[in-house]
């Protein structure tokens, strides 16, 4: 059994800086990939960053620049720097872990960016 606890929402004025963690627990196969999704009110569920196992990065267009994730693969830990957020960025974050072709879900947690 496999969980995900994630952790570092909350409510943050434009132009601030929030940073989320994810902690994965349970039988995790070293070679995986987490990764942040994101769903805004109304809107579909949208990859925001990944990170492979060996390193590799990938990011949304839409916050290159600004998100930045990292790991610790002996915590089996992902995070999620955000920074110069906007309102746009307002939605509840997802982490997720990829292990073959299983899909694991945490339950989100909620960031607001407003004034």
Same mark, same amino acid.
């Given at each position: 059994?496999?969980?995900?606890? &994630?952790?570092?929402?909350?409510?943050?004025?434009?132009?601030?800086?929030?940073?989320?963690?994810? %902690?994965?627990?349970?039988?995790?196969?070293?070679?995986?990939?987490?990764?942040?999704?994101?769903? %805004?009110?109304?809107?579909?569920? &949208?990859?925001?960053?990944?990170?492979?196992?060996?390193?590799?990065?990938?990011?949304?267009?839409?916050?290159?620049?600004?998100?930045?994730?990292?790991?610790?693969? %002996?915590?089996?830990?992902?995070?999620?720097?955000?920074?110069?957020?906007?309102? &746009?960025?307002?939605?509840?974050?997802?982490?997720?872990?990829?292990?073959?072709?299983?899909?694991?879900?945490?339950?989100?947690?909620?960031?607001?960016?407003?004034?």
């Amino acid at each position: 059994q496999v969980q995900l606890v &994630e952790s570092g929402g909350g409510l943050v004025q434009p132009g601030g800086s929030l940073r989320l963690s994810c %902690a994965a627990s349970g039988s995790i196969f070293s070679i995986n990939t987490m990764a942040w999704y994101r769903q %805004a009110p109304g809107q579909q569920r &949208e990859v925001v960053a990944t990170a492979t196992s060996g390193g590799r990065t990938r990011y949304a267009d839409s916050v290159k620049g600004r998100f930045t994730i990292s790991r610790d693969n %002996a915590k089996n830990t992902v995070y999620l720097q955000m920074n110069s957020l906007n309102p &746009e960025d307002t939605a509840v974050y997802y982490c997720n872990l990829r292990i073959v072709n299983m899909d694991y879900w945490g339950k989100g947690t909620l960031v607001t960016v407003s004034s």
